[in-house]
């Protein structure tokens, strides 16, 4: 069957992201800051703003916990924009391919709502026909209720729609969905696979 469209995760598949980029500024020893990433700022306290809790009231939660921290807590969403790089390598040229050659584009990302600003800043994601944001929905992958959003949102059949995301969980659920999946590691083997589909040239 053919593709007749693409969705595209967004962190570390079309705009880098990493914790690091910022702390690293903050914590000039290594090891203090990947504790303190570790054990505060934890990538499962982070989700949870994914899955729709306000960044304000996490933060003020977590400063309670760790009074002696408050600075670096407060940082995390003060400066979420410092943990983006530009673009993930050759990744808006394949956008723009499929683009040119009239194939819909779309995310589904799992990012708070209120940082996902953030994203919007870069030109990558002006191209996106359509986006779905976990934090705005309130679930967050790999549940298969924000892929339900996205395909009754955008009226997209899940057999002709291809989901790149850099997740394997993510990726099953999308593939047991009924999608074409591709687990993301760079933008030379995308570009491979999006030929195999002629998608792109």
């Known amino acids: 069957m053919t593709i007749a469209s693409v969705v595209f995760d967004i962190g570390n598949v079309l705009i880098p992201w990493d914790r690091r980029n910022l702390y690293r500024k903050l914590i000039p020893d290594a090891a203090e800051m990947e504790t303190f990433l570790s054990e505060i700022c934890t990538t499962a306290w982070h989700e949870t703003q ?27 969403y003060d400066r979420f924009g410092e943990m983006l790089g530009d673009q993930v390598p050759g990744m808006e040229q394949i956008v723009m391919g499929l683009k040119a050659r009239n194939v819909p584009v779309y995310g589904l990302t799992n990012w708070p709502a209120e940082m996902f600003k953030h994203a919007e800043a870069h030109n990558i994601i002006s191209h996106l026909d359509g986006i779905v944001v976990s934090g705005r929905e309130k679930v967050k992958k790999p549940d298969r209720r924000l892929f339900q959003v996205l395909f009754e949102r955008y009226e997209i059949e899940p057999g002709r729609a291809l989901f790149i995301d850099d997740v394997a969980d993510n990726v099953a659920t999308g593939i047991a969905l009924g999608m074409h999946g591709h687990l993301f590691h760079d933008a030379e083997r995308l570009r491979t696979v999006l030929k195999g589909y002629h998608l792109l040239a």
């Open 50 to 76: 994914d899955s729709g809790e306000s960044c304000a009231a996490a933060t003020t939660t977590l400063k309670a916990r760790f009074p002696k921290h408050h600075a670096l807590i407060e940082a995390f």
